[in-house]
């Protein structure tokens, strides 16, 4: 089955700076990479996502590229600001299922 | 929340008892799901179900049951089986847009097993 190991779990920056997240993946067939943001005692939202037929894809201050050949996947937040301090967790799915696959979170605080 | 409830938000049960959660979604998604959230361990699948009147285990099922009798219903029956329940449970529901399969989550039940 497919394995996703994300990294790192605690991540902590200076407002303005960015923030980068990464993720491997194990299986090759898998082809879709959400990215959710979890604040305290809610649940996870979507916040980007890449099919495996795109390298990048952007949305305002948050990016997500993709390393089809490696098997691993990056978020990153420019210009980062106290409201981006949540944990983020990466996925990875396929087509042929529906199941989602997540990493184990990444705790991220914006220092003010 | 994207359209999918979870009730009660905070659920305090006595050890040994069955407990229902229930998750409704209004979104007309085929596929829901059910995880469970402990510190540090990141979002493991309970169950999951593709259409009405059928659903399949994921990783941690044991202790836990389901039904899908309703296309927008997915209650949780953490049984007395389950030998460590409290958790932070989380219910989703997915739907196939082009080439996106996209899932949404509703807010959670925080079960504490007393």
């Known amino acids: 089955g497919e394995n996703v190991e994300q990294h790192p779990s605690t991540l902590s920056v200076q407002e303005g700076d960015s923030a980068v997240i990464k993720c491997t993946y194990s299986?090759?067939?898998?082809?879709?990479f959400p990215w959710y943001k979890q604040e305290l005692g809610k649940g996870p939202q979507l916040i980007i996502d890449?099919?495996?037929?795109?390298g990048e894809k952007k949305d305002q201050r948050i990016a997500v590229t993709l390393n089809k050949t490696a098997k691993h996947f990056s978020l990153h937040i420019t210009e980062t600001q106290p409201e981006d301090s949540a944990v983020y967790f990466c996925?990875?799915?396929?087509?042929?299922?529906?199941?989602?696959?997540f990493g184990t979170g990444t705790s991220l605080t914006v220092i003010p | 929340d994207g359209g999918i409830t979870q009730s009660p938000k905070y659920l305090f049960r006595k050890e040994g008892q069955n407990v229902t959660l229930s998750c409704e979604q209004n979104?007309?998604?085929?596929?829901m799901y059910w995880y469970r959230q402990d510190p540090g361990q990141g979002l493991r699948l309970i169950y999951y179900?593709?259409?009405?009147?059928?659903?399949q285990k994921g990783d941690i099922a044991e202790g836990y049951s389901v039904s899908r009798e309703k296309k927008e219903s997915f209650p949780l029956t953490v049984t007395s089986a389950q030998k460590n329940p409290t958790a932070f449970y989380l219910c989703?529901?997915?739907?196939?847009?082009?080439?996106?399969?996209?899932?949404?989550f509703g807010p959670g039940t925080r079960l504490t097993v007393l």
């Open positions: 989703a529901s997915s739907i196939r847009r082009g080439n996106r399969n996209e899932q949404f």
């Open positions: 299986d090759s067939a898998s082809n879709y």
């Open positions: 890449i099919r495996s037929n795109v």
């Open positions: 996925a990875a799915s396929k087509d042929t299922g529906n199941q989602f696959y």
């Open positions: 979104l007309n998604h085929d596929a």
């Open positions: 179900s593709q259409i009405v009147n059928d659903f």
